[in-house]
């Protein structure tokens, strides 16, 4: 949760997800879109906000076999990096494999390298594709308006896939964030195929530490509070 | 005079002795705990908690909240776990702390108003009651409880009976006299009265032309109401001789003390919780700190000190 500081309005903190970590410091990335991130934009070096977290869950990273797919639709990609870093991380593979020795962690890193779509908008709104080069992830691209990638939706991309390589992916993991209709759309998907996988929600919430229950979504399970126990949903478990 | 002493904060609300006037207002503070990895909760006067009822509720659907300038609203209707699992599950952890601990319960029907209060106060550890009779977002008709002088005076005195606890009644300010409720409630038996909770409040998208929020109204609070709660205290506390614990708005200590000149005898934090969790513990330093400033040795020489 995040806000300049003593201001009566915007009033509350707002719900930003981490971008990245680098040591002792992380990003977040914005979209200037309301009266918070208009503020934040001006803002200087050493000019101060206040935050508290992190705060919530996180994505769960399974160790297996299975490839994880990794889908952000718009300013939802932001969340997916530090994921798909974790992953890489976790599977203990090296981001580069030694020149010397390439056979020793090529076919292991293709088995685990997760597949990432990201979609926007348009050629302007597709995020950080340079810094997952870093990490030696070639993301599927598509945009609403054909300006970058493929043209169409996130999800129309995902569904082509799909299509043409549902045996090697039924039993792989899904990660995704994105507008909310984009998360229910593929939880649709997802259950025609039997899919599993994790979702991160948003919602409107004051206080983002489990006291003001503004920001439930509804679950199986009743309501649940994106900012206590998501904002990572499993994609079955959620209620559209 | 001892200069250099640190004032006195203690004040008296019903049976309840507070180490200072500052609570956290009901709904804005979960049972404690959300809250007690930001907060010293030994620090604090009291610790309303949110509204408890007979059986759980689940509350209104989302969205529950939307900012609007200075302000929010809130329809969060009254979710909450019931008193059962309250006293089972929460009330052990929050006994752990040195505040008073209030519960704040409210019924829809009278009947439900006198069990719940009754079953409160058989359990160990909770040392006064806050009864709402002024959520803005129950169904049509519960309101009456809060709006009817009838009705509230009915519903003060039978949970009187049912209770020897400090009894507050906690007030609407969606009504044409807050001093009338205000004596109606005094006059029915209450120990203390609370006010304001949130006005009854409205926001529109404009180009989708709905709600902001799917229960359509919801309750403002925030900075934005603060002059709407100080005069309505100011007003009370001309109607009645029971201690008035004022809330609306309030940020800092300054926000604080307008309370408690205009004639409360403790504050209640609620929205500023959510900006800061650790907003009550400034407040009480930063009240601390004027008093020594202006060399005041007790704060009931703030309390109703307004001039006018």
């Known amino acids: ?240 | 005079m001892a200069k250099n002493k640190s004032p006195n904060l203690k004040v008296k609300i019903g049976k309840l002795i507070l180490k200072n006037p500052v609570m956290a207002a009901s709904g804005t503070f979960g049972y404690g705990e959300e809250y007690s990895e930001f907060v010293n909760l030994n620090k604090i006067g009291a610790v309303v908690v949110k509204g408890l009822s007979l059986l759980p509720k689940e509350g209104n659907p989302p969205p529950r909240i939307v900012e609007t300038p200075a302000g929010m609203l809130n329809a969060i209707g009254l979710q909450n776990i019931g008193i059962e699992n309250f006293i089972k599950d929460k009330l052990p952890f929050l006994k752990q702390f040195d505040t008073k601990i209030i519960v704040n319960f409210f019924g829809d029907s009278i009947k439900e108003y006198v069990k719940a209060a009754e079953r409160l106060s058989s359990a160990d550890g909770i040392h006064a009651l806050e009864m709402n009779i002024s959520c803005p977002n129950k169904q049509a008709g519960w309101s009456i409880f809060g709006t009817d002088p009838k009705v509230t005076s009915k519903v003060v005195h039978a949970v009187r009976k049912a209770t020897d606890l400090t009894l507050i009644v906690k007030l609407s300010p969606n009504v044409t006299d807050i001093a009338l409720m205000a004596k109606v409630a005094e006059d029915a038996g209450a120990d203390a009265i609370s006010l304001i909770n949130t006005l009854t409040g409205m926001a529109i998208d404009i180009k989708t032309r709905k709600p902001k929020l799917a229960n359509i109204t919801g309750g403002l609070s925030g900075p934005a109401i603060k002059p709407v709660a100080v005069r309505m205290v100011w007003e009370c506390r001309k109607a009645v001789r029971i201690p008035i614990i004022g809330m609306g708005g309030i940020i800092s200590a300054e926000d604080a003390i307008e309370f408690l000149l205009a004639g409360a005898g403790a504050v209640a934090i609620g929205t500023a919780n959510f900006i800061n969790p650790k907003t009550m513990q400034n407040i009480i330093d930063g009240i601390r700190l004027f008093m020594i400033r202006e060399n005041i040795n007790d704060i009931k020489k703030l309390i109703g000190g307004l001039k006018c």
């Open chain 1, 1 to 240: 949760m995040l806000s300049t500081v003593n201001s009566l309005d915007p009033l509350l903190k707002r719900p930003f997800s981490l971008y990245r970590w680098l040591g002792q410091d992380f990003q977040i990335l914005y979209k200037v879109v309301g009266r918070l991130t208009n503020i934040l934009k001006d803002k200087k070096p050493h000019d101060t906000v206040e935050i508290i977290g992190p705060l919530g869950n996180g994505f769960p990273i399974i160790k297996g076999k299975d490839k994880p797919i990794l889908i952000g639709g718009g300013l939802g990609s932001v969340p997916l990096f530090a994921l798909a870093e974790s992953i890489i991380q976790q599977s203990q593979i090296p981001p580069r494999p030694p020149l010397s020795k390439p056979w020793l962690v090529e076919g292991r890193w293709e088995d685990f390298k997760p597949v990432f779509f990201i979609g926007a908008k348009t050629r302007r709104e597709v995020l950080y594709i340079d810094a997952l080069k870093s990490i030696r992830i070639k993301p599927i691209v598509s945009t609403d308006d054909g300006s970058l990638g493929q043209k169409g939706t996130v999800l129309s991309v995902f569904n082509k896939f799909l299509t043409s390589n549902f045996s090697v992916l039924s039993s792989h993991l899904l990660y995704a964030c994105g507008p909310k209709p984009m998360l229910q759309e593929l939880s649709h998907i997802t259950k025609k195929h039997s899919l599993t996988g994790y979702i991160a929600l948003e919602e409107n919430m004051a206080c983002g530490i489990g006291a003001c229950l503004s920001c439930v979504v509804n679950t199986i399970d009743g309501f649940k509070r994106v900012c206590k126990e998501g904002p990572v949903f499993s994609m079955e478990e959620i209620i559209w």
